[in-house]
């Protein structure tokens, strides 16, 4: 229970963090290339998190925007699947693979079926 605690705040914590870096550094690199290459105008600190919202709120909040499968296996189901065969794990992984969001459709057609023909 005492290690809940600090896991809210360290969170919000992290996340401006990120939230600053990220900004600083999509600035400097905006004003290093984009002045020059397009002739576009210099951002300040403030118009380059503005720019960073909205290409998130056009584009999309990535893949595994509230999935909760980053980083952690079977997104957290990993006792579940103890009792399978790697066999069964793999198809599984792949099967969610395909249900995803980040499935490159067609990229799975390269992939052999799940029921191999017997060699004739």
């Given at each position: 229970?005492h290690?809940?605690?600090?896991?809210?705040?360290?969170?919000?914590f992290?996340?401006?963090?990120?939230?600053?870096?990220?900004?600083?550094?999509?600035?400097?690199?905006w004003n290093?290339?984009?002045?020059?290459?397009?002739?576009l105008?210099?951002?300040?600190?403030?118009?380059?998190?503005?720019?960073?919202?909205?290409?998130?709120?056009?584009?999309?909040?990535?893949?595994?925007?509230?999935?909760?499968?980053?980083?952690?296996?079977?997104?957290?189901?990993?006792?579940n699947?103890?009792?399978?065969?790697?066999?069964?794990k793999?198809?599984?992984?792949?099967?969610?693979?395909?249900?995803?969001?980040?499935s490159?459709?067609?990229?799975?057609?390269?992939?052999?079926?799940?029921?191999?023909?017997?060699?004739?």
């Amino acid at each position: 229970m005492h290690r809940r605690a600090y896991k809210i705040p360290a969170m919000i914590f992290m996340g401006s963090v990120a939230l600053l870096g990220g900004s600083v550094i999509a600035m400097l690199l905006w004003n290093a290339l984009m002045p020059q290459i397009f002739h576009l105008p210099a951002l300040t600190y403030w118009q380059t998190i503005g720019l960073l919202l909205l290409s998130r709120l056009i584009f999309g909040f990535g893949c595994h925007g509230g999935h909760g499968h980053r980083g952690r296996g079977f997104g957290g189901w990993g006792r579940n699947f103890d009792h399978l065969s790697p066999e069964e794990k793999e198809r599984i992984f792949h099967r969610m693979w395909d249900d995803d969001c980040c499935s490159p459709r067609g990229w799975h057609k390269d992939r052999p079926s799940e029921d191999p023909k017997p060699q004739e």
